[in-house]
């Protein structure tokens, strides 16, 4: 077992770092750049908190719908045959709420001001 | 110096050129660059702008119209009252410049979020869309017979070409693979006509002002096609930018839109604008994947690449809300 700080807890630091004592130092595209840095290791923390929950109730959502056990890759490769060769579509039972929660799931990790997920998220009443 | 190049260049053609000032890379990838620079003369300073392949970089990418269908592209669309820069020079060998083109620089913004958020364009705003269904009108009834030779696609060979794509990138998203299928059953056939189209007919590529649209830019990805694609694109939800109720562009409607191509002389197929504005959502979902590839694999290893393959994602809850919208 690793020792803590967790990883979780050691991107944070950098990025506050960054973001509180290296942002009003720095001008021009560097500045630009450095907001790029903070983003990605603000997304990095997203998927170290919310990544393996959303990832396991994934897993059991297409084993059900598929009837297929496996890696998460192996799945969704499963899945997008399926889709391709027209033997389940959104007519099928579980189909368009998993791509929901597996969609909304990526964006919760990728880009949770994304205007159109803050709407799908209103819609949830959350 | 890019400078003494330039000099060299513009006082062969542009009378009582003296030299150049104020020269400033826009933008360049590794076979393309845009460059902002002044022309002196007697009279004072003229804006220019130089569009360029480097030496040693001729051959285009296979969308890519190339630099001198892009330079005929501008002229003609200058020439028949549309919002285009005048093209001044047409590079040649001599030049020692690459290939490419220098025109007329057109102040104005290109930026998104400031054309949707500034107070300078909150008069442009409101009458954008329907400048911009007139502005594309004219494009598509630019007339054949005098354009270059472009590649003619069509809905059917584009479905094939992103369905390529996507897969060779051997990373499985089953909401790309339900697009493809809704595309392939909803492909409208071949257009009744064929027409110029511009191909990237949105925001970045389109220079505004306080009084509205000034130039379309970038006619890098045109071809002969449905013109109703060019109407899909600029309805494609991320070139909204945060202002999703507004579907073109974020300042207008689609009826706005449509007007405005009414009132250029042309009709619109609402059914085909729908199909391409999906087409267009996965092919922006499908060039993020593209740009993220370029990262890894190394041509371009920057931050910036790397995250927009965390963007591809935003394109499937677009294509989600077109293709499964949830009630209520």
Redesign the interface.
């Known amino acids: 077992m690793q020792d803590e700080p967790t990883p979780i807890e050691l991107t944070k630091a950098v990025a506050d770092f960054l973001r509180n004592d290296i942002t009003p130092v720095i001008s021009g595209h560097n500045a630009f750049?450095l907001r790029?840095?903070i983003?990605?290791l603000d997304?990095v923390t997203r998927q170290l908190t919310l990544g393996e929950g959303s990832d396991d109730a994934e897993a059991a959502r297409l084993a059900k719908l598929l009837g297929l056990q496996g890696s998460l890759?192996e799945q969704?490769?499963a899945?997008?045959?399926r889709?391709?060769k027209?033997e389940v579509?959104?007519a099928t039972p579980g189909l368009?709420e998993h791509?929901?929660q597996?969609?909304?799931a990526?964006?919760a990790?990728?880009?949770p001001n994304?205007?159109?997920?803050k709407?799908?998220l209103e819609?949830e009443g959350k | 110096m890019i400078e003494d190049e330039l000099t060299r260049c513009v006082v062969r053609w542009y009378p009582g050129a003296t030299g150049v000032t104020a020269a400033a890379k826009l933008s360049g990838g590794a076979s393309q660059e845009t460059w902002s620079f002044d022309i002196l003369h007697a009279g004072g300073k003229h804006g220019a702008i130089l569009r360029r392949s480097p030496q040693g970089y001729g051959a285009a990418p296979t969308r890519a119209a190339g630099l001198d269908a892009e330079a005929r592209l501008m002229q003609l669309a200058h020439d028949a009252g549309l919002p285009s820069p005048k093209v001044m020079h047409v590079l040649k060998p001599e030049d020692d410049l690459g290939t490419g083109f220098i025109m007329q620089r057109i102040e104005g913004e290109t930026i998104a979020r400031k054309i949707l958020r500034d107070e300078q364009f909150a008069k442009a705003r409101p009458i954008l869309a329907r400048q911009l269904g007139k502005v594309s009108a004219g494009i598509h009834s630019l007339p054949r017979d005098q354009l270059p030779s472009l590649r003619e696609m069509s809905a059917t060979k584009e479905i094939a070409e992103m369905g390529r794509e996507y897969r060779s990138f051997d990373w499985?998203?089953?909401?790309f693979?339900?697009a493809?299928?809704w595309l392939g059953d909803h492909d409208p056939g071949p257009s009744k006509e064929v027409t110029l189209v511009h191909g990237d007919f949105r925001h970045g590529n389109l220079i505004i002002g306080p009084d509205g649209v000034r130039a379309v830019l970038d006619w890098e990805l045109a071809h002969f096609g449905d013109p109703m694609e060019d109407l899909g694109w600029i309805c494609v939800?991320s070139w909204?930018f945060?202002?999703?109720d507004k579907p073109v562009g974020g300042f207008g409607s689609r009826e706005e839109l449509f007007a405005g191509y009414e009132e250029g002389g042309r009709k619109v197929d609402p059914d085909r604008v729908k199909f391409w504005e999906v087409m267009g959502t996965l092919r922006w979902g499908v060039m993020c994947c593209g740009m993220m590839q370029r990262f890894r694999l190394g041509p371009d290893h920057s931050?910036?690449r790397?995250?927009i393959g965390?963007?591809a994602?935003?394109t499937?809850?677009?294509l989600?809300?077109l293709?499964?919208p949830?009630g209520?």
């Open positions: 750049k790029v840095a983003n990605i997304l890759i969704n490769r899945l997008g045959e889709i391709a027209g579509d959104l368009s791509l929901w597996t969609t909304l990526k964006l990790v990728d880009q994304y205007a159109s997920y709407r799908e819609r | 499985p998203r089953p909401v693979e339900l493809l299928r939800n909204r945060g202002e999703i931050m910036e790397a995250m965390r963007r994602s935003e499937e809850i677009d989600l809300r293709l499964a949830r209520g």
